[in-house]
């Protein structure tokens, strides 16, 4: 029943589908040719520095991820697309899951392939006008292995990989939560209510570290665990409980939407 779903979805939604996936390509091809630099290796040969590109599709796939979220009631806006989605043979867990599997996995495979799209034209447009080339494909996906995470130097790809794959569930379940709350413009909402929160959480954080950090008062402290080690299990753990608490709230709120 779930695959009935997506390819329901795909068929209702093919024309939102092909254009959003053509923006995208086009703006990671301009910003491949038009805005890309080049540069000379160590054994001076001419590449494509595809920096620009490479940040822009970074913010290309966190702005699809929350739009994704942010559509996950879209078919329960109008009374005609209600009735159509209820009418669909499958349990609301299907529903809600085959919804997921769309916003998360369906929007990614729409990222990749607008990526794709965008390297080989501007492959051939490299060769041909600045008579060198490159993958664009291969320096995004080296840049998501290789670089480094705030203020730390992780050697650990698989890391890496995981804190951006964890980060975008976060926001991906915040969002998702909130669509169920805002049914019009639901992105704007959720974006400004999570401002609203979290801006006083760090006034209230920062408020209770600073006397910490500016005491006369000397300390012995002997740490039985790596603090690194502590800080990053912290981190794992309220990001999982956020996103498990979000994704089952925004699921009951989805039962009783359809009940209703």
């Known amino acids: 029943m779930i695959k009935k779903i997506i390819l329901h979805t795909i068929i209702t939604e093919k024309r939102n589908i092909f254009f959003s996936t053509m923006v995208m390509a086009a703006i990671f091809l301009f910003f491949s040719t038009i805005c890309a630099g080049t540069y000379t290796d160590f054994s001076n ?29 879209s078919p329960l806006k109008t009374r005609a697309s209600s009735i159509q989605f209820l009418m669909l043979p499958a349990s609301n867990r299907d529903k809600f899951i085959a919804r997921w599997i769309i916003g998360v996995v369906g929007y990614s495979l729409m990222f990749l392939c607008a990526l794709i799209m965008a390297d080989v034209v501007q492959a051939i447009y490299n060769i041909c006008l600045r008579f060198t080339t490159g993958s664009l494909t291969l320096s995004y996906f080296s840049d998501v292995f290789n670089s480094s995470i705030s203020d730390y130097d992780y050697s650990n790809p698989s890391y890496i990989v995981l804190t951006r794959i964890v980060s975008f569930l976060w926001f991906h379940a915040v969002y998702t939560l ?22 006083p959480l760090s006034i209230i954080f920062t408020s209770l570290m600073v006397p910490l950090v500016y005491s006369n008062k000397t300390y012995t402290v002997h740490l039985l665990v790596d603090p690194e080690l502590m800080g990053n299990i912290t981190f794992y753990l309220i990001a999982f409980g956020t996103i498990i608490g979000a994704y089952y709230w925004a699921y009951r709120r989805f039962c009783n939407k359809m009940i209703a």
């Open 178 to 199: 909130g669509s169920t709350f805002f049914r019009n413009m639901s992105f704007i909402k959720t974006t400004l209510l999570l401002i609203g929160v979290l801006i």
């Open 45 to 73: 040969t001419l590449r494509i520095s595809y920096s620009a590109a490479i940040t822009i599709a970074n913010i290309a796939l966190f702005i699809c991820m929350i739009l994704s979220a942010s559509k996950m009631m």
